[in-house]
């Protein structure tokens, strides 16, 4: 069982930067792939980036990047998301998610999530 929590987010104006954390504990992450994912109201769960053992980082959403980066801190069990220049678009609750092996862009792959965090960009 592994339990996963967000952290970091808030309200920023475009422009900003805000590094979110997505701290796990109960099982060391090894061997897990962790991805961050995110919801606007009214739209489906969006793949964002993901961090898997053996292939790195990934990103998913064309829209960030360049501005977002994915690391991961096996030592501590945090995968962080550095996230700059953000626009009113970004806007959404981020979840970080994940699964044992490697990253998939599909929501229904990840086993375990957390309960997500806010982000809001405006001015």
């Known amino acids: 069982q592994v339990q996963l929590v967000e952290s970091g987010g808030g309200l920023v104006q475009p422009g900003g930067s805000l590094r979110l954390s997505c701290a796990a504990s109960g099982e060391t992450l090894d061997y897990y792939a962790i991805a961050w994912f995110r919801q606007a109201p009214g739209k489906e769960r969006e793949a964002v980036s993901c961090?898997?053992?053996?292939?790195?980082?990934?990103t998913y959403a064309d829209s960030v990047k360049g501005r977002f980066t994915i690391s991961r801190d096996n030592a501590k069990n945090i995968v962080y998301l550095e996230m700059n220049n953000l626009k009113p678009e970004d806007t959404a609750r981020y979840y970080c998610g994940t699964r044992m092996g490697w990253c998939l862009i599909l929501d229904g792959s990840y086993e375990y999530w957390g309960q997500g965090i806010q982000v809001t960009v405006s001015s």
């Open positions: 961090f898997g053992k053996n292939e790195g980082a990934i």
